[in-house]
């Protein structure tokens, strides 16, 4: 039986569909009311040196292979020295049953430092810095995309998120194969085409930009919003708003665009909790390759997801635990409740205000 009233989403649990993922998850927002009497995470390390010669990120240090990094003054990209891929694989050979299939994996994994010094985060860089590191991660993507299926662009941030090295940087993958999320991704987006004609992250975009209440930033060429269907508390979705495929394919407009609505973004971040905020992102285009066939791509759109994992403070975190590993994904505040606070705090960085207070 039904129980009688009014539905409201932030008093009242309800399950949402993620149509990229074809997944659902349940929103319970009734609970950020419980008392909180589990772990308590160690704010961030705000007191970190603009350089330190035993960090193998920073420029001329020594790394773990040996080499010593140049005096590089804006971006620097290698070789990752504890690859997870490589371009040489041995074939696992034929299966014997089924239910034990293997594949050979083959791939580079690189890394690249944003900005010389340490003791900055992409927030807290210039927009012509941001700039440099959005036409880096273009050049990559077209260096790598010209031999493998799937580049992959992340950054963990944070040590919480499982940072080793305190230094702004991000890890690029890429494989001769199209990984879990890439291939959720692309079959949900192929289908929504075929069934509606159009893409369907334009036309979710398209969406959100007219209802608005899960925006939080937007300049002319970009949006951020609160996905309807987000997992993590204040996990956000950065959408081009006309059709792009890949990272390469802005043009300069967009690229100023989007160094900027980034930089509003993770100053929102940060200035939520006043704390360097910790996430992990990455970008998702069209999969690429020598043998692709363009016209396969067209269902697809360039987007970036941000997964931020801290939910009442900058001490306590979501965890995705018991519940989301056994049954499905469920989250403690509604997406419209984490678009308005983000959404209504200040565009200058907490530590700006500060020092500006302080003088």
């Known amino acids: 039986m039904e129980s009688a009233g009014t539905f409201h989403p932030s008093e009242h649990q309800h399950i949402r569909y993620n149509p990229l993922r074809d997944e659902w998850v349940l929103v319970s927002a009734h609970r950020m009311k419980r008392p909180w009497q589990g772990q308590l995470e160690k704010p961030p390390e705000e007191d970190i040196p603009r350089y330190d010669p035993s960090n193998p990120l920073c420029p001329g240090a020594r790394r773990a292979n040996g080499e010593v990094n140049p005096a590089y003054e804006s971006t620097f990209l290698f070789d990752n020295d504890f690859p997870a ?8 050979g034929p299966s014997q049953h089924p239910l034990f299939r293997a594949k050979s994996a083959r791939g580079v994994c690189k890394v690249m430092c944003f900005h010389p010094w340490s003791d900055v985060t992409l927030p807290l860089m210039s927009l012509a810095e941001i700039r440099a590191i959005v036409d880096k991660w273009a050049e990559v993507m077209v260096d790598l995309g010209n031999i493998y299926q799937w580049v992959q662009i992340f950054e963990n941030k944070g040590a919480m998120m499982g940072c080793s090295n305190p230094h702004p940087h991000c890890q690029i993958w890429a494989s001769n194969f199209l990984p879990n999320e890439a291939k959720a991704e692309d079959g949900t987006q192929r289908q929504h085409c075929l069934q509606h004609g159009t893409s369907m992250l334009v036309e979710y975009g398209q969406q959100e930009a007219a209802r608005r209440e899960r925006l939080v930033v937007e300049n002319e060429n970009w949006l951020v919003v609160v996905p309807y269907w987000a997992v993590w508390p204040f996990q956000t979705l950065l959408l081009p708003r006309r059709h792009v495929l890949r990272l390469q394919d802005l043009t300069d407009q967009e690229r100023d665009t989007l160094a900027s609505i980034m930089k509003r973004l993770l100053t929102k971040y940060d200035n939520l909790f006043e704390i360097s905020f910790p996430y992990s ?3 998702h ?40 590993m056994l049954a499905q994904a469920q989250r403690d505040l509604t997406p419209e409740q984490a678009a ?18 302080a003088q």
Do not use: I
């Open 281 to 283: 992102m990455g970008w």
């Open 85 to 92: 891929l490589q371009p040489d694989a041995v074939e696992p």
């Open 340 to 357: 308005e606070r983000l959404r209504n705090l200040p565009e200058e960085h907490y530590t700006l205000k500060q020092a500006r207070s």
């Open 285 to 324: 285009g069209a999969p690429t390759g020598p043998h692709l066939r363009e016209e396969d791509c067209s269902h697809w759109q360039l987007h970036a997801h941000y997964y931020p994992p801290l939910l009442r403070s900058a001490t306590v975190r979501k965890f995705l635990v018991g519940y989301e």
